[in-house]
């Protein structure tokens, strides 16, 4: 089974931009994964320094846009992990993913991590089935 990098913009000339070795989805057969990715602007592309919620609701319109991208969605969803720069954000990241899944939602973990290499705290990834 062949991996497949796919593009999905602006997230990809981003990470060119950066020579980040990284793709921001890849599929393989029925599998989908979504690589952690901090909260771009969808209009400029660049990481936006925003509020911890409006930061969650871009990580998720983000995984959305590429398992879109990959031919799939949000119901496709097997697992997340969240990366997260302090517990005291726990209770708002969790009311902005409550919203993408309503029901039934995912597994997932959410881990601390210090810092990160930009102004934002928080990052998600995720593994999808077709």
């Given at each position: 089974?062949?991996?497949?990098a796919l593009?999905?913009?602006?997230?990809?000339?981003?990470?060119?931009?950066?020579?980040?070795?990284?793709?921001?989805?890849?599929?393989?057969?029925?599998?989908?994964?979504?690589?952690?990715?901090?909260?771009?602007?969808?209009?400029?592309?660049?990481?936006?320094?925003?509020?911890?919620?409006?930061?969650?609701?871009?990580?998720?319109?983000?995984?959305?846009?590429?398992?879109?991208?990959?031919g799939a969605?949000?119901?496709?969803?097997?697992?997340?992990?969240?990366?997260?720069?302090?517990?005291?954000?726990?209770?708002?990241?969790?009311?902005?993913?409550?919203?993408?899944?309503?029901?039934?939602?995912?597994?997932?973990?959410?881990?601390?991590?210090p810092e990160?290499?930009?102004?934002?705290?928080?990052?998600?990834?995720?593994?999808?089935?077709?």
């Amino acid at each position: 089974m062949k991996r497949e990098a796919l593009r999905v913009e602006p997230i990809s000339t981003f990470l060119t931009r950066r020579n980040a070795p990284v793709s921001p989805v890849t599929r393989a057969g029925h599998m989908i994964f979504v690589s952690g990715l901090p909260p771009f602007d969808p209009e400029t592309g660049e990481i936006a320094e925003v509020p911890i919620e409006r930061q969650s609701e871009l990580v998720m319109e983000q995984m959305k846009l590429c398992l879109q991208a990959a031919g799939a969605s949000l119901d496709n969803v097997m697992k997340c992990n969240v990366y997260c720069t302090s517990t005291k954000h726990f209770a708002v990241f969790n009311a902005v993913y409550a919203r993408y899944f309503p029901n039934d939602p995912p597994a997932r973990i959410f881990v601390c991590t210090p810092e990160w290499f930009g102004p934002f705290d928080v990052e998600i990834d995720c593994i999808a089935m077709m």
